[in-house]
């Protein structure tokens, strides 16, 4: 399975990006795809998930309501719709997924791909 994060970019504080996080695998429909983030010099933290079948999806607290996660199954594509992005938000935006089939997996140690980070800097 290969995990292809695009998106990322220079925004200004109040505005908005969209990260795509493209996959492969056959059985895309049955993984829970997540977004972390990292920020210089801090740990990776969760960001959202979206699990399979009926995409139920789970937000980090700092989210606030400002992010919308979604999934385009026949894609095999997820979504991160950013809002309100603030200076705070800056940082290597990466997607996981949990491939065990309707595993369910959100969390950092229940993903077994990674995909390679996509810087998202947000300017004051």
């Known amino acids: 399975v290969q995990l292809q994060a695009s998106g990322g970019g220079l925004v200004q504080a109040g505005g908005s990006r969209r990260l795509s996080c493209s996959a492969s695998?056959?059985?895309?429909?049955?993984?829970?795809v997540a977004w972390f983030r990292q920020a210089p010099g801090k740990e990776r933290e969760f960001v959202s998930a979206v699990k399979y079948g009926v995409g139920t999806t789970y937000y980090g607290d700092f989210v606030k309501g400002r992010f919308t996660i979604s999934r385009d199954n026949d894609k095999k594509t997820v979504y991160l719709q950013m809002n309100s992005l603030q200076p705070e938000d800056t940082a290597v935006y990466y997607c996981?997924?949990?491939?065990?089939?309707?595993?369910?997996?959100?969390?950092?140690?229940?993903?077994?791909?990674w995909g390679k980070g996509t810087l998202v800097t947000v300017s004051s």
């Open positions: 996981a997924a949990d491939t065990y089939p309707y595993g369910g997996a959100c969390g950092y140690y229940g993903m077994d791909y």
């Open positions: 695998g056959r059985a895309f429909n049955s993984y829970t």
